[in-house]
């Protein structure tokens, strides 16, 4: 009888990434977004991108008022940038999801988004958390600033093109109702149970993320190795 002790060894892949993980009886269900729900998802999806196209829409309405078309260029280029390969490698490359088969991503935000980098089990670090934030708000907070400089132009200048200002009124008006409701939206029902838990805007509560973390061991070590404590 031997007396060597098996050493335990863990798969790449995580409960998420784990097709056959038993999720029913999990005690973290309805804690976190463990898996795609097609219905939660394809709600996200859509709400993300009416935001992106009425950002645009402003931008373009405030471009014919103004005559000035940097503000559109500028948001489109960082736009098409953050979602294909900043976010993608600063941000769900930390994710359990991004550990999915596929060449795309397969969870419920950024679903379709090339996975150009390896996937990093451990938290981001803090220049990747400053640097997200500050494209992550450009591409959130920027269209607001077509928003006043369109409506304010346009106060100083009615006489301009009636139908512009009633455009750019109408399409602001939607954009902030819609900007409120899917903020409620990703603070009421994303942030607070998101399994990339080192964005700067996760939410999830700490006794959580340690039950999660014992889940899998992989990600435990990698997150302990970073200086996460398990107290």
Same mark, same amino acid.
């Given at each position: 009888?031997?007396?060597?002790?098996?050493?335990?060894?863990?798969?790449?892949?995580?409960?998420?990434?784990?097709?056959?993980?038993?999720?029913?009886?999990?005690?973290?269900?309805?804690?976190?977004?463990?898996?795609?729900?097609?219905?939660?998802?394809?709600?996200?999806?859509?709400?993300?991108?009416?935001?992106?196209?009425?950002?645009?829409?402003?931008?373009?309405?405030?471009?014919?008022?103004?005559?000035?078309?940097?503000?559109?260029? &500028?948001?489109? %280029?960082? @736009?098409?940038?953050? #979602?294909?390969? $900043?976010?993608?490698?600063?941000? +769900?490359?930390? !994710?359990?999801?991004?550990?999915?088969e596929g060449r795309f991503l397969k969870c419920w935000a950024l679903r379709g988004m090339p996975k150009l980098w390896q996937y990093r089990p451990g938290p981001i670090s803090r220049t990747e958390r400053y640097l997200m934030l500050i494209f992550g708000s450009f591409i959130d907070l920027f269209p607001f600033v077509g928003v006043i400089w369109g409506i304010i132009y346009y106060a100083f200048n009615p006489t301009n093109n009636l139908?512009?200002?009633?455009?750019?009124?109408?399409?602001? &008006?939607?954009? %902030?109702? @819609?900007?409120?409701? #899917?903020?409620? $939206?990703?603070?009421?029902?994303? +942030?607070?149970? !998101?399994?990339?838990?080192?964005?700067?805007?996760?939410?999830?509560?700490?006794?959580?993320?340690?039950?999660?973390?014992?889940?899998?061991?992989?990600?435990?070590?990698?997150?302990?190795?970073?200086?996460?404590?398990?107290?």
């Amino acid at each position: 009888m031997s007396n060597n002790k098996e050493i335990p060894t863990f798969s790449l892949e995580n409960c998420i990434a784990d097709e056959k993980s038993n999720c029913i009886e999990c005690e973290l269900g309805g804690e976190l977004i463990c898996f795609v729900n097609k219905s939660f998802a394809n709600k996200f999806t859509l709400g993300n991108i009416l935001y992106r196209i009425f950002a645009l829409i402003i931008l373009i309405f405030s471009g014919l008022l103004i005559g000035q078309w940097w503000m559109l260029i &500028s948001y489109g %280029i960082v @736009l098409l940038l953050t #979602f294909t390969i $900043i976010e993608p490698r600063l941000l +769900c490359s930390h !994710c359990p999801f991004y550990e999915k088969e596929g060449r795309f991503l397969k969870c419920w935000a950024l679903r379709g988004m090339p996975k150009l980098w390896q996937y990093r089990p451990g938290p981001i670090s803090r220049t990747e958390r400053y640097l997200m934030l500050i494209f992550g708000s450009f591409i959130d907070l920027f269209p607001f600033v077509g928003v006043i400089w369109g409506i304010i132009y346009y106060a100083f200048n009615p006489t301009n093109n009636l139908v512009l200002g009633i455009g750019i009124i109408i399409s602001s &008006s939607l954009f %902030i109702i @819609l900007a409120i409701y #899917f903020g409620k $939206i990703i603070m009421g029902s994303c +942030c607070t149970r !998101c399994t990339n838990f080192s964005c700067a805007m996760n939410k999830v509560p700490k006794k959580i993320i340690n039950k999660f973390l014992e889940k899998n061991q992989q990600i435990k070590e990698a997150w302990i190795n970073a200086g996460w404590s398990m107290e």
